[in-house]
C-alpha cells in the first residue's frame, strides 16, 4: 500500500501483520500495532519526544549485563511485571495467589541446602529468623518433594551478585519439601532497599517524583514437575514502603509476619538476644514445570554500587 495519510499507515502495517502465520504472534503483534499507533496520536508525540524514547530503550539494553538487567527493572516500575503475575495466576485473576514477580536477582545454581540449614555464607549484618514455609496445592494438599529455591538482600540491601563483599552466593539455597510440604531455614532480617537509578528506570522515576524504594522481602522459587512454576517475594509488613513499592509487587496473600523472640531460645544455640520467626503458605497450581531464563547470571566483578535514595516528593 503506498501511504497517502496517517490512517492508511496504520492499515498497512497491520496487513502486513496479518501474513505472520503463528496465530498468536499474530494477535500480539496486531495489538502491539493498533496501540503502539494509538498512543502516538493519543499523545500527540514529538519527533524528539520519539527520539528520546528510543534512546531510553536503547539504553535499556546497554545497561543489561550479566549482573544487572535494565529491561526487568523497567517493567517493574511501570507495573507490567506484577499486571502480567496477576493476569496468569489465581486462575487467570479470577482469586488471591501467592504467586509474584520474578524480579531480577534471581540466578540458578543455588547450592542444594538441608532443611533447617543456613542460607548465611559469610558474615553478613542482621538480625537471625528462622523461616518456615508451607508449600500446597490448590486444595491445600502437601506438596512432598518440591524445590524451593529462595534468594534475599542482606540487611545492608544488598544482593550478593551486586556486593564483593558477600561470598558467592550467599543468602542464597535450594530446598526440598518433606512430607509435609515444609521447608526451614536460616536468615537474616532483609532490609527494604532502593533499586539502581542510574539508568532509565532512574529517569523515570524521577519525572515522576516517586522513591526508589523497594520493601523488604525474600523470594521464593517452587518448582515440580506437574505443577506451574512459581515466584514468590514474602514481604515485611512491619516495613514502611508497603503502598509505595517502586515495583508494585505487594499483595495481601504475601505480607509475611516477622514474630520476634527475646529471651527465649532459638532453634540454633548459637543465637543470643533478638530473633525472629517467620511462617508462611504457598499455594501452587497444576501446570507448566518450565522455568524461564535467569535475568543475570553471574556476581558483579566491580565494587558494589553506592544506594542511592530518591525521595518522594508531597
Not at 1 to 19: F, H, K, S
Not at 154 to 166: H, K, L, M, R, T
Not at 180 to 201: D, L, M
Amino acid at each position: 500500500m503506498i501511504v497517502q495519510n496517517q490512517a492508511d499507515l496504520t492499515r498497512a502495517v497491520l496487513a502486513e501483520v496479518e501474513r505472520t502465520p503463528d496465530p498468536r504472534l499474530r494477535r500480539i503483534l496486531a495489538s502491539a500495532v493498533r496501540h503502539l499507533h494509538d498512543f502516538v496520536r493519543d499523545t500527540e508525540l514529538t519527533e524528539a519526544e520519539f527520539r528520546q524514547i528510543c534512546g531510553l530503550i536503547a539504553k535499556a539494553g546497554q545497561l543489561t549485563t550479566p549482573s544487572h538487567n535494565e529491561v526487568v527493572l523497567a517493567a517493574g516500575s511501570l507495573g507490567v511485571s506484577a499486571l502480567v503475575c496477576l493476569l496468569n495466576n489465581g486462575a487467570g485473576g479470577a482469586r488471591e495467589t501467592t504467586a509474584n514477580l520474578m524480579g531480577p536477582f534471581w540466578r540458578e545454581g543455588s547450592p542444594a541446602t538441608p532443611n533447617g540449614g543456613s542460607i548465611v555464607r559469610s558474615p553478613t549484618p542482621g538480625e537471625p529468623v528462622f523461616v518456615t514455609a508451607w508449600i500446597v496445592d490448590e486444595a491445600g494438599q502437601p506438596v512432598v518433594d518440591a524445590e524451593v529455591d529462595v534468594w534475599q538482600a542482606s540487611g545492608e540491601g544488598y544482593y550478593e551478585n551486586q556486593d564483593p563483599q558477600q561470598a558467592d552466593m550467599n543468602l542464597r539455597g535450594k530446598f526440598a519439601s518433606d512430607a509435609q510440604g515444609r521447608v526451614q531455614f536460616r536468615t537474616v532480617k532483609p532490609s527494604g532497599y532502593p533499586i539502581p537509578v542510574n539508568g532509565p528506570v532512574g529517569q523515570l522515576i524521577r519525572a515522576q517524583g516517586r522513591h526508589n524504594l523497594r520493601p523488604a522481602h525474600i523470594h521464593f522459587l517452587v518448582h515440580k514437575a506437574g505443577y506451574k512454576t512459581q515466584f514468590s517475594q514474602l514481604y515485611s509488613s512491619d516495613d514502611p514502603h508497603l503502598e509505595t513499592d517502586v515495583q508494585f509487587g505487594v499483595t495481601q496473600a504475601l505480607l509475611g509476619q516477622y514474630v520476634a523472640h527475646e529471651g527465649e531460645p532459638a532453634p540454633d544455640a548459637d543465637v543470643q538476644g533478638r530473633w525472629y520467626s517467620l511462617e508462611h503458605r504457598f499455594v501452587i497450581a497444576r501446570g507448566d514445570a518450565a522455568l524461564p531464563p535467569p535475568p543475570i547470571t553471574a556476581k558483579t566483578d566491580g565494587p558494589r554500587p553506592p544506594l542511592v535514595v530518591l525521595e518522594r516528593s508531597s
